[in-house]
DNA sequence: GTCTATAAATAGATAGAC
DNA sequence: GTCTATCTATTTATAGAC
């Protein structure tokens, strides 16, 4: 009985392998980062063999692209719980999507570094262009709402929001905060730069 | 003579080996990334053997943190270039210091995340650490003038206004400003946050 | 101080068996 | 649809010649 339950790993992994091996990959990720990611790697949790995933996905960059469409997907989602537990303030509404994304990296492990890689866009992959805009669109509504102010300012403090999360959580990652701060913690302090973003922007 | 030439890659790098290894660490990082960096890839820019790097550090590690020592201190270099070319201004003082480091990262490839890499702590290497450290004082200090606020508020200004431009660092080096835009146009932008965040942040 | 040669991992990817 | 086996390339690191 151990016996088998030892041989189910390292044998048949049936029917379910492309979104396991993207589920792996969420893993993978979060525990080892972009620059630990291998597609040998993902196959080992599994416990399939490092040819299985060429039989769902031609090489690592289509996977890699799979990964960041669902990432896109995933993101959204998260952003919409967070800004309907947010409240009605429409500034609280967009700086907790800050806090969502912080959340969401350190947890999964792909953030916009993942979603809008360089090398991807050169497969032209219609899906993860299509969530990656969906996202930014989502972000843009919610910083109007927040602002009322023009398409420019409100691209510029999307901008200023996104960037200073995704530094956030890279530089949590990369063992920056030396102390034992949490990955809350951090989201907490992604969202009070928002804030502060957020009363240096003008609103009206 | 065109022979010399030749022989003159992949024969004796006479003398100067240990700081030539540095720079050309520079070099491949900018280039490349953390993600691409490997040892043998600087030995080959180098024209000598895989194996020569070896005779000046005991590991890739202790290569990396000889780096990231002396990124830490071009980069103060680089901040005191631009607050001097600030101006008397004090919150221009503390914003350009925002664009430094944004160009620095973009043409040397080493900022905060080499500077503070997690694996780098075990080595407790002291000019590491010092170079580190009087890196965040010499913010901490910009900001003070710049705000004329207690500890904990400037400490939190250093961390966003840093987390931002390191932010648009590692996306403009991940591609996600598919935009042409230059280095500069990328440092302006974290310069415009950095400006954001301190109109966000009380002065007094 | 640098070289050649080599070892042991690990990676991405393919061919052909079952 | 997954496996075993294999190929090629690359990495970190060491041993010993010069």
Tied chains: 1, 2.
Excluded at 97 to 126: K, M, P, S
Excluded at 161 to 184: C, K, M, N, P
């Amino acid at each position: 009985m151990s016996e088998k339950a030892q041989n189910q790993r390292g044998r048949y992994h049936h029917g379910e392998l492309r979104p396991a091996l993207i589920e792996a990959s969420f893993g993978l990720l979060a525990e080892s980062g972009l620059a630990g990611f291998s597609v040998a790697q993902v196959a080992r949790r599994l416990g399939v063999s490092t040819a299985a995933p060429y039989r769902h996905f031609p090489d690592r960059d289509h996977l890699m692209a799979a990964v960041a469409t669902q990432a896109a997907v995933e993101l959204a989602e998260e952003f919409g719980r967070a800004v309907a537990d947010a409240g009605s303030d429409p500034a609280e509404r967009f700086v907790v999507t800050a806090g969502a994304y912080v959340r969401f990296v350190g947890t999964r492990g792909a953030g916009f570094d993942v979603i809008f890689a360089a090398g991807l866009e050169r497969l032209q992959n219609a899906a993860l262009t299509d969530a990656g805009r969906h996202l930014m669109d989502l972000l843009w509504e919610l910083a109007e709402q927040a602002t009322g102010q023009d398409q420019e300012t409100c691209l510029t403090l999307v901008g200023q929001h996104l960037v200073a999360a995704h530094g956030y959580v890279t530089l949590y990652a990369g063992g920056f905060f030396h102390r034992q701060e949490t990955i809350d913690e951090i989201a907490d302090l992604a969202m009070a730069a928002s804030r502060t973003l957020l009363r240096g922007t003008p609103t009206g």
